[in-house]
């Protein structure tokens, strides 16, 4: 039950004998080093979006699902070449980085979905409205003040729906991110 962002606080009442160690930030910048290095020796990193998440961007040939399936096998063979092998990889494959990165959660820990617009919006029914990116608790709650409570919902409401029950313009975005396309 202990997630990210839970607060030490928070993480002791839900395990009382945990234990909390220092964090290494010099170490973590080392290594966060060396995983984009390896990371780069397959595809060029498009983007560092954290100390543990990247972008990168697919030619039209390298997104073809078995070439990319291929592009993900390499990768995760140059993270444990370049960095160890205890350094592992969800990788997420869709039209646009939002949907990569909610591939990417979609098969924890060392996993590999791709989403394909055919794909599109089958596969997103099953989720929780909460496991779609940037969907907090207090959003949920807006989400099912609007008669949104499960991902199928979520993805088929309209446009103007979820423009409605987001608050505006996100969820206009949304709208056309969860559909496959690209949104600043």
């Known amino acids: 039950g202990i997630t990210c962002g839970t607060t030490i606080c928070e993480a002791r009442k839900k395990c009382p004998d945990l234990i909390v160690i220092k964090g290494a930030h010099a170490a973590y910048v080392h290594y966060h080093n060396m995983v ?3 990371c780069d020796t397959v595809l060029p990193v498009d983007k560092v979006c954290s100390i543990d998440e990247m972008r990168f961007c697919l030619l039209a040939t390298e997104g073809v699902p078995e070439v990319a399936r291929q592009l993900a096998a390499k990768m995760k063979k140059a993270l444990y070449d370049g960095v160890g092998e205890c350094i592992t990889a969800s990788i997420g494959i869709a039209p646009n980085h939002y949907l990569a990165k909610l591939a990417t959660d979609m098969m924890k820990p060392d996993g590999l979905v791709i989403l394909e617009h055919t794909d599109l919006p089958d596969k997103l029914f099953d989720l929780k409205v909460t496991d779609f990116c940037g969907i907090s608790y207090r959003t949920k709650i807006r989400l ?3 008669g949104i409570f499960s991902g199928k919902d979520l993805v088929t409401a309209s446009e ?6 987001f608050g505006g ?7 056309h991110r969860i559909r496959g396309e690209w949104v600043d």
Do not use: H, S, T
């Open 169 to 175: 313009i996100v969820g206009e975005r949304f709208y």
């Open 160 to 165: 103007l729906k979820l423009k409605q029950a």
């Open 144 to 146: 099912n003040a609007a």
């Open 36 to 38: 984009i290095e390896a």
